[in-house]
């Protein structure tokens, strides 16, 4: 048996997706129209919204994760890897009323789509090449007094200090993301601008020499 082992939970998500009528699929697959080149997680989730569907951020999140899983295995064609999906579905709901028919049915639309989520996989994977891989970013910023002789006395003054939380993943086939936390003060707060200005001055010159040569420029 072709193995993908998917999550239980994902499982049952995966069969609300299946359970949904005609019409409410068909909107679903219309979201799929007119793709970028390269799909992310945020655009999946952004497009299946606009449906209004009950748990489509669900969905959307076991779309995404199930179709870069196919999309890696290119060796098997797309009848076996619904064969695969529908043995770990049964699996895991043997009662399910859903038919192989009806998965089938369903799955052969979202197959059409695979090649887009192949691009994303390869581009995470080329950043794994290089190292670690940012998956969120978030900063803060707090007020801290300084006490010379315990809180108990009166403090002598404070600092400003702001924290930078990145959480990263350095395997594209291991969803637990890992976390660091830096603190940084004003001084560092301006060097990191100037590093962004720099970055994006490049950025932009390299846009502009791909652009003249035709090649298409994957936005993540």
Not at 76 to 86: A, C, E, K, V, Y
């Amino acid at each position: 048996m072709i193995g993908f082992n998917i999550p239980k939970e994902d499982i049952i998500v995966l069969s609300k997706l299946i359970e949904l009528d005609n019409s409410q699929f068909s909107l679903i697959e219309k979201c799929f129209i007119n793709l970028p080149i390269a799909l992310t997680p945020v655009i999946l989730k952004n497009r299946l919204k606009e449906t209004s569907i009950k748990n489509i951020e669900q969905i959307s999140d076991v779309i995404f994760k199930l179709m870069v899983s196919v999309s890696k295995r290119t060796e098997i064609d797309d009848s076996d890897i619904i064969t695969g999906l529908f043995d770990e579905f049964r699996e895991i709901i043997p009662k399910s009323k859903i038919s192989l028919e009806r998965f089938t049915e369903r799955f052969l639309i979202l197959l059409k789509f695979k090649e887009s989520f192949k691009v994303f996989y390869r581009v995470l994977a080329l950043r794994q090449e290089i190292g670690n891989y940012i998956t969120d970013i978030d900063t803060n910023i707090s007020i801290k007094p300084i006490f010379l002789n315990g809180a108990e006395t009166k403090a002598i003054g404070s600092i400003i200090i702001h924290t930078l939380k990145i959480e990263y993943s350095n395997d594209i086939n291991n969803e637990e993301d890992k976390e660091i936390i830096f603190s940084f003060d004003k001084d560092d707060l301006i060097k990191l601008k100037e590093l962004i200005e720099i970055a994006e001055k490049q950025q932009i010159e390299l846009e502009q020499k791909l652009a003249e040569t035709g090649l298409n420029i994957i936005d993540f």
